[in-house]
């Protein structure tokens, strides 16, 4: 089965907030919600491609950046997953049924699923990062016949800062799906593996030569996944990163996201490993 | 003990000659264990070790009045086990299996009179251990970074 491009909307007016409302509020974890929302100006739905993000605005606080996290397949609901960490990202996580919010974009770069049509899938991703991947996984899963084998590796804090839970143990008992789950430390129920993710991928069996990978979570995960994978036969050009700066105007005009020559905005935030590697591992870029 | 499929999967082994690695491997048994069981524990004489080929094993230690604490779990593609080549030969940790488990496993007495015997193998297998321990001190760090709390 050949899987379809994937339609997006070109943002015309890229500054322009639309009114989004949220309809429902769940809390992931301790300090991480997620929200859906639905358009509230009657145009059309949000469509996007796996990876992008939308500048979420609330009202008299601010934005910020936010990978979209729901499925590419169903814009009616835009979803965000939001850990509290700040002024913003606080007012974001205590909205609550109801409350309209600005949204503009979507913005950037993709994951590359559709061009990795028939390759073997090894997604790897740490903390909040698993959220920029979801939509990913979500297509991947919806054309599971277009692929070959996938694989999901997820390293968390502790048990209890695992997102999407229900959703883990959904893929966990799927036949077509390897998913491996870590956590830096256990509590005295966790009877999964204890450790950083690196391991986990000796687990994982893949044609390191027909193969795709996506990463997302922290800089470091993801250079040492990538290394290890280069270990493994797999050509860097065929790992994709994502990555995080301080995002402001999300169309390549401040400069607030820029990362050597690149603007994480406009140019991210996924991009190929290779032409950040030398980036990455750069003290305070 | 045909380990060769193993050794393919897992970086642990991959500087040693192939005829190092054949003989270690002509010293390997295969072992098989039931999830739930202890392997080894702490404070005990370390008198043996392991190549993780298949299930997960859990390294556990226990505070003053608090059950057993998983600190880290090794699987395949593991070496389980630093503990018998270097003082005081006793295990550091309680390693307890996940689930079943198939271990290659070696008598450390034998491999460390083939040590005394052939100063290489003696070396490789020291690099061997050296390189794993230094792989575990760079996981501990990257885990005490607390990344995932800290993006």
């Known amino acids: 089965m050949v899987v379809a491009p994937l339609i997006t909307d070109t943002v015309t007016e890229p500054m322009m907030l639309r009114p989004f409302e949220v309809t429902a509020v769940t809390q992931e974890t301790h300090d991480t919600w997620t929200l859906d929302l639905k358009v509230a100006d009657g145009g059309d739905d949000l469509r996007f491609r796996p990876g992008q993000f939308t500048m979420m605005y609330v009202f008299g606080v601010g934005e910020v950046p936010i990978s979209i996290a729901g499925n590419p397949s169903h814009p009616e609901t835009l979803v965000h997953t939001v850990r509290a960490v700040g002024a913003v990202t606080n007012a974001i996580c205590a909205l609550r049924p109801g409350t309209v919010i600005g949204i503009r974009g979507p913005y950037g770069s993709s994951w590359p699923v559709v061009a990795a049509t028939g390759r073997d899938i090894i997604i790897v991703a740490g903390g909040i990062g698993l959220a920029p991947v979801r939509p990913a996984i979500y297509h991947v899963l919806e054309h599971r016949e277009s692929y070959g084998s996938v694989s999901i590796v997820y390293g968390s804090r502790t048990p209890s800062d695992l997102l999407y839970i229900d959703e883990i143990h959904d893929w966990k008992s799927r036949f077509d799906l390897n998913v491996q789950i870590t956590v830096d430390r256990g509590d005295g129920t966790w009877m999964g593996d204890v450790g950083v993710v690196t391991p986990l991928l000796n687990r994982l069996s893949f044609d390191a030569n027909h193969a795709a990978a996506i990463l997302c979570g922290p800089e470091i995960m993801m250079r040492v996944i990538a290394k290890e994978l280069a270990r493994r036969g797999m050509p860097t050009a065929d790992v994709s990163v994502s990555l995080e700066r301080n995002v402001k105007c999300g169309v390549g005009f401040c400069g607030h996201c820029q990362i050597g020559a690149s603007f994480i905005c406009k140019d991210g935030p996924v991009v190929a490993y290779d032409d950040v590697a030398d980036r990455l591992g750069m003290e305070e870029l | ?151």
């Open chain 2, 1 to 151: 003990m045909n380990l060769d499929a193993w050794r393919e999967r897992s970086p642990m082994f991959e500087e040693m000659s192939d005829e190092h690695f054949a003989f270690l491997a002509s010293l390997a048994e295969e072992r098989e264990v039931p999830g739930g069981a202890t392997l080894f524990r702490v404070n005990t004489p370390a008198d043996r070790f392991y190549l993780v080929l298949e299930g997960t094993v859990a390294l556990k230690i226990a505070g003053p009045s608090k059950p057993p604490m998983t600190i880290q779990t090794v699987g395949e593609g593991a070496l389980l086990g630093l503990s018998w080549h270097l003082p005081p030969y006793r295990w550091q940790w309680t390693a307890e299996t996940r689930e079943p488990c198939r271990f290659a496993e070696f008598d450390a007495n034998e491999v460390l009179a083939a040590c005394e015997t052939d100063s290489d193998f003696d070396n490789a297998m020291l690099r061997i251990i050296a390189r794993e321990a230094g792989r575990r001190l760079h996981n501990v760090r990257i885990q005490l970074l607390d990344l995932y709390g800290r993006e």
